[in-house]
């Protein structure tokens, strides 16, 4: 069947028609810098401008009238937060959408837009369903020594705390693509979400049971603007002596932090350039982010008593043969050995969505997975309706 996927992020909406049969798009386009003067639709190599100060639901208007003569059948809609509750794709009616809007404070960035959009498009397509796919949904299956934070219950009970993991689309679309490509259900996966968010989940027979992200996407990887793990005592000093307010340690935390606040900027190529120019504080960027992945790489080993694969996925873990190999080296104590040629000729495509770089005998494979959540999505929702 033909689904349309609708992924909103704060200031952009992917989006694709898929032919769910075929798992092929046959159409695909995204829009840029909304809230900006420079939003732009892209639609194959077509740029076009969008008006001056045009809106997400604008946006998202702009993006249904272009696919309005595809006639598609269902849309999917990729929502970050389901809270405790939404585990599943889901279906979406007045009520659903009423208890979805409770989950807002949860993810106050992300989930807010999601929901404006999906108002236009139900209003813009009235006559087909429109579905659901939760990010946090995947890690639903989180242990509970993997969910819990070790603080007393009745403070855990009170304000909701707890880990719920993000990326799940992705992470559930990588384990798919490895079981599909090495034809095996029963495999131990690091998955190495590498993209301006970035996170790892340690899947065993495609069942999420630890990831790096926690209550919110905040904690684990040295992320493009966030910087993951820090001591919480140092948020307790920044408060106390730096008299920084809790807007302002989000502030910090999330946008002025990662590779940005190491390194001045958050895209990889250019710290990746100027590293190899010399540049102290991109090689410190670097080495931060290679430690902090393979930090949890051996931790995941440990938890599953072993590894089968690490994946590689999203803007770096696809396109960074540096990142890539960096973080796959002083590994061979558990058997990881990567084949430098492969890793460094690698390409994904649509049609070669995986690839792989390890050596002929290393037994962990070392694979590349391109990052396809409107995929994933309309898969999901297409199985929804039993197709
Ligand atoms: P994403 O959020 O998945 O779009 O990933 C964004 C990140 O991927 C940014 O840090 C980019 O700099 C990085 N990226 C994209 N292409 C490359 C590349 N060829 N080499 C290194 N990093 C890349």
Do not use: W
């Not at 302002?248 to 590293?275: F, P, Q, W, Y």
Request: aromatic residues 4%; proline residues 3%.
């Amino acid at each position: 069947m033909r689904v349309l996927a609708l992924n909103c992020g704060s200031s952009s909406v992917k989006s694709a028609l898929i032919d769910t049969a075929h798992g092929r798009r046959l159409q695909e386009m995204h829009v840029e810098n909304i809230g900006s003067d420079h939003a732009r639709l892209h639609a194959g190599n077509e740029v076009r401008e969008l008006r001056q100060g045009i809106d997400l639901p604008g946006a998202v208007d702009e993006l249904l009238a272009a696919y309005r003569s595809a006639a598609p059948e269902a849309v999917v809609h990729r929502i970050v937060h389901g809270g405790e509750k939404f585990r599943e794709t889901l279906r979406l009616d007045d009520a659903v959408l009423g208890e979805i809007e409770q989950l807002n404070h949860l993810a106050p960035l992300h989930n807010p837009p999601a929901l404006a959009a999906i108002h236009r498009a139900r209003a813009a397509l009235p006559d087909i369903p429109h579905f659901a796919e939760f990010d946090t949904a995947f890690h639903s299956t989180l242990p509970a020594h993997a969910r819990e934070y070790a603080l007393p219950a009745d403070v855990r009970r009170r304000f909701g705390i707890r880990r719920f993991g993000f990326h799940g689309i992705n992470h559930a679309h990588v384990a798919r693509s490895v079981a599909g490509y090495l034809k095996s259900d029963g495999l131990r996966i690091v998955s190495c979400h590498l993209g301006n968010g970035a996170s790892v989940t340690a899947i065993e027979g495609g069942r999420s049971v630890d990831t790096s992200m926690g209550m919110t996407p905040l904690e684990g990887l040295v992320m493009g603007t966030r910087a993951g793990d820090v001591d919480p005592g140092v948020l307790l000093q920044l408060r106390r002596e730096g008299h920084l307010d809790a807007d302002e340690l989000d502030d910090l935390l999330n946008k002025r932090s990662g590779l940005k606040g190491l390194a001045g900027t958050n895209d990889m190529r250019e710290i990746e350039r100027r590293a190899g120019a010399g540049d102290q504080d991109c090689e410190l960027a670097i080495a931060m982010y290679v430690h902090r992945i393979r930090k949890y790489i051996g931790a995941y080993a440990a938890e599953m008593g072993g590894v089968d694969v690490i994946a590689f996925t999203a803007g770096i873990g696809e396109h960074s043969a540096l990142i890539r190999r960096r973080c796959s080296e002083r590994l061979e104590f558990m058997g990881v050995a990567l084949d430098a040629a492969s890793n460094d000729a690698l390409k994904l495509t649509n049609d070669n969505p995986v690839a792989i770089f390890s050596a002929a005998g290393s037994r962990v494979h070392l694979l590349a997975v391109r990052a396809d959540e409107e995929l994933a999505m309309a898969r999901a929702t297409a199985a929804a309706l039993g197709h």
